[in-house]
């Protein structure tokens, strides 16, 4: 029987030691490429001292989500990032805002907020039940809280097509939606009917659209990072600049040290 659970054990191990050897292959790849910076060799070297700590197939300590920490490869890699990774970064940045703009009555919401806002307004009976259905009573108190003034803003990052991330600025304050595509898309129609009505039951007011800026993509893959970019700027100016989309790698191996540091806290 121990025989048996032993084996059972390599066959699961074995795709996810092929990710971590994936990732280290395009850690090297990356430490000899054309585009690396005076900072690449460094990062790689710190990201490398970091992989030693981390176990192939536990979890990721330090976050709300359980998940298992092969995702961390992906931060390595050109691969696309998912929910998952997009609410890890969410989740620093709401860190972030709690510490430096606790007062300022900022809400950072994970990639569901959005999601679970279309599927209600594209819900035959979801409008007609929004106020009574408890399946809707998160949504109904952010959007009293915001409608109130206890919260000002919400910032988000939405995906659309379900292989594009874009970045979502709600201000109630000024009664404004900012979105930032980075592939220069104006805001998606899904969206942007969900958030009208949505808006428009808790204030009886339309808001105005505006562009968040944020840095053009090159490739396919770099939407998520760029999106969650363009928030981070957008509330810490001083913080953050502007990203240099042939920078993008660096930027990711940042994001898994931050990621990797949140996790070796919490193990």
């Known amino acids: 029987m121990w025989t048996l659970s032993y084996w059972v054990q390599v066959f699961h191990l ?4 092929k990710k971590w050897l994936d990732a280290e292959e395009s850690l090297q790849k990356q430490s000899h490429s054309k585009q690396r910076t005076d900072d690449t060799k460094g990062l790689v070297s710190q990201v490398q001292n970091a992989l ?4 192939w197939a536990g979890d990721i300590k330090g976050f709300s989500a359980s998940i298992l920490t092969v995702h961390l490869t992906t931060y390595l890699t050109h691969e696309w990032l998912t929910d998952e990774h997009e609410n890890q970064m969410l989740y620093l940045l709401r ?3 709690s510490r430096g703009r606790r007062e300022d009555g900022i809400s ?12 209600l307004q594209q819900d035959v009976d979801g409008p007609n039940h929004y106020a009574t259905h408890t399946n809707y009573a998160w949504l109904q108190e952010k959007g009293q809280e915001l409608a ?3 919260l000002d803003m919400l910032v988000t990052i939405a995906n659309i097509r379900s292989n594009h991330w874009v970045a979502v600025v709600i201000d109630f304050k000024s009664s404004n939606i900012l979105y930032g595509d980075s592939m220069g898309g104006t805001i998606d129609d899904d969206i942007e009917k969900a958030l009208t009505w949505w808006i428009h039951h808790h204030t009886g007011k339309h808001f105005t659209k505006g562009y968040l800026p944020i840095t053009h993509q090159w490739d396919g893959y770099s939407c998520g990072i760029l999106a969650w970019a363009a928030l ?15 920078l993008l790698a660096n930027k990711r191996l940042r994001m898994f040290l931050r990621v990797s540091d949140r996790h070796n806290e919490n193990v």
């Open 14 to 17: 074995r795709p996810l030691k």
């Open 52 to 55: 030693a700590c981390i176990s």
């Open 95 to 97: 860190q972030e805002v």
């Open 108 to 119: 950072v919401c994970d990639t569901f907020f959005m999601k679970r806002l279309i599927d």
């Open 148 to 150: 109130t003034g206890v």
């Open 232 to 246: 981070a700027r957008f509330l810490f100016p001083g913080t953050y600049v502007p990203v240099d989309a042939g």
